[in-house]
């Protein structure tokens, strides 16, 4: 691994731990801080290096715990292998579940509406309907930019900022917990207990904590590319075993 992907390993390690507002990762282009946000100056190939760690360690330590724990409890995942979401999982999935559970870690004085209606878009789930709703709600974003309005932090309060801060670490942590739980839903769960629940989404729990710190150190663009990567690659594994033996998925 070349020192910057070491580096910001590291990072991720120490922020974790003990998780702060700022600052930024070095890197980052001088200027627009809204089109960096969305369109930061990272190399895909960075994204990938960390879309690698995450199935590295989800394939070799959490992966297997969530097998046993669904053996364990008679839970059984809801994908059929013969029809791969394809647009769900590169698409929807990364921009809906980044608005509603990393979009506003940077944004807090705009998660009061945006956080409702895409939670809104995520239940609907990749309908027409929720799509426009989708489609608002980033135009919405984009809307200040567009019309030469710069975002600007006094948008929220002073006191509001402050408490903010102080709460961010139990705010991102939350966030990651949450979109792991969402991926319950992943699964038929039946009669499993509730204290193997967790077990299940622990592959989901990780991916959340990077895709946190992401969006917090480089920008919710990132996050959604990255999201999308990591989608990718199992799905590209599962078609490729389609494609070329698929006795294998009898």
Request: aromatic share 16%; charged share 15%.
């Amino acid at each position: 691994m070349p020192d910057h992907f070491r580096g910001e390993l590291r990072d991720f390690f120490r922020f974790i731990l003990r998780p702060r507002f700022g600052p930024r990762l070095p890197g980052r282009h001088a200027g627009d801080g809204w089109w960096e946000d969305w369109f930061p100056g990272l190399p895909v190939g960075r994204l990938f290096k960390w879309a690698c760690f995450l199935w590295a360690v989800n394939l070799v330590f959490l992966g297997p715990i969530a097998v046993m724990a669904a053996g364990a409890g008679g839970a059984t995942h809801r994908l059929d292998i013969h029809n791969i979401p394809w647009l769900q999982a590169l698409l929807w999935a990364p921009i809906v579940e980044e608005l509603v559970f990393r979009y506003g870690l940077r944004r807090p004085a705009l998660a009061w509406w945006l956080v409702p209606a895409a939670v809104g878009a995520m239940f609907m789930g990749a309908t027409w309907w929720a799509m426009l709703l989708v489609g608002v709600i980033l135009a919405l974003c984009w809307l200040p930019y567009v019309l030469g309005m710069a975002y600007t932090r006094r948008s929220m309060p002073w006191r509001y900022r402050l408490a903010y801060r102080r709460w961010f670490p139990w705010i991102f942590h939350l966030a990651s917990l949450l979109f792991a739980g969402v991926h319950l839903y992943n699964f038929n769960l039946h009669q499993t207990p509730l204290w193997l629940m967790p077990l299940l989404v622990l592959p989901q729990w990780l991916t959340g904590l990077v895709l946190s710190w992401l969006r917090v150190k480089r920008g919710i663009g990132a996050s959604m590319l990255l999201h999308a990567i990591f989608n990718g690659g199992p799905l590209l594994l599962v078609w490729l075993v389609l494609r070329f033996v698929p006795e294998m998925a009898v």
